[in-house]
């Protein structure tokens, strides 16, 4: 069996965050012919559950750039790497050092999943809150709130370059922890930052699912930072035109605009569907 991962925003949605009409059929036309595929992003399954609706997504998926592993035929989570207390302790320590706010990503009892933080500092903040809000489709929350019993899958924070930069200096310097980060849609000058245990990467969720599924070849399709562990552990991976260079470059070979229906298009030349 020969399994297609998708990584969602920037790959496999278009610039709306959907899933065009286009890409839509051809993902009848893949289930039509028995060919495996599933997601890996860096979404909650609650961020991601409306995208995926209705397009035949049946296998475990891959949440929180591999925190998580979803089974829908279940409704159950079946892998998970959440951070532990001392990890907890040491990125809230970094980022509060520098004087911006670190947004708490939970899951809590009954799957349900949350999103904490201490006061905003900053208008950048405040629109990174109503945006994730939205994105996550999850009520965001004082930190004050946060359940004793929650697990944490990973924290996130926004703010000027070098703040967010002195953090990943901090993170790199933590065995167990890995970061991700990126310029900021919320705002010019500002960047983003988003840690893990290092457990947790679409790579080495991807390698589970190989194994669960029994999948002979591991094709995947990616644009980002977070999806370079997904390239390596795959058997060929593919790049839209719209991903970032250095992930083009280790790519297998790159692809359509993402809002071209680039994936979509190649998958048809690959697997003959007219």
């Known amino acids: 069996m020969e399994l297609i991962v998708f990584d969602l925003d920037g790959t496999l949605l278009d610039s709306t965050s959907k899933i065009s009409p286009y890409t839509r059929e051809t993902l009848v036309a893949l289930a039509e012919q028995g060919i495996a595929y599933t997601v890996a992003t860096g979404r909650t399954l609650n961020g991601a559950l409306e995208v995926l609706e209705g397009h035949a997504f049946h296998l475990p998926q891959v949440f929180k750039n591999g925190v998580m592993i979803w089974d829908p035929?279940?409704?159950?989570?079946?892998?998970?790497?959440?951070?532990?207390?001392?990890?907890?302790?040491?990125v809230l320590e970094a980022i509060l050092a520098?004087?911006?706010?670190?947004?708490?990503?939970?899951?809590e009892p009954d799957n349900r999943h949350?999103?904490?933080?201490?006061?905003?500092?900053?208008?950048?903040?405040?629109?990174?809150a109503?945006?994730?809000?939205?994105?996550?489709?999850?009520?965001?929350?004082?930190a004050s709130e946060l359940p004793a019993d929650a697990e944490i899958t990973n924290i996130?924070?926004?703010?000027?370059?070098?703040?967010?930069?002195a953090v990943e200096l901090l993170i790199d310097n933590e065995e167990h922890l890995v970061a991700y980060a990126g310029n900021a849609l919320e705002g010019q000058h500002a960047k983003w930052i988003d840690i893990h245990h290092s457990d947790a990467s679409k790579g080495g969720a991807v390698e589970v699912l190989r194994t669960q599924l029994g999948a002979s070849k591991v094709i995947c399709?990616?644009?980002?930072?977070?999806?370079?562990?997904?390239?390596?552990?795959?058997?060929?991976?593919?790049?839209p035109e719209s991903a970032k260079e250095h992930v083009?470059?280790?790519?297998?070979?790159?692809?359509?605009?993402?809002?071209?229906?680039?994936?979509?298009?190649y998958l048809r030349r690959r697997f003959r569907i007219d």
């Open 221 to 239: 399709f990616g644009d980002s930072e977070n999806d370079l562990s997904m390239f390596a552990a795959a058997d060929e991976s593919y790049a």
């Open 248 to 265: 083009k470059a280790a790519a297998t070979e790159i692809i359509g605009h993402h809002d071209e229906d680039g994936i979509a298009r």
């Open 114 to 128: 949350g999103i904490y933080h201490p006061p905003l500092q900053t208008p950048i903040e405040e629109r990174l």
């Open 73 to 90: 035929r279940d409704e159950q989570y079946s892998h998970q790497n959440f951070l532990t207390l001392d990890e907890i302790a040491h």
């Open 98 to 107: 520098q004087n911006i706010t670190p947004f708490i990503f939970t899951l």
């Open 130 to 142: 109503a945006s994730m809000d939205e994105r996550y489709d999850v009520n965001i929350k004082p």
């Open 156 to 165: 996130s924070a926004l703010g000027i370059p070098s703040a967010v930069e």
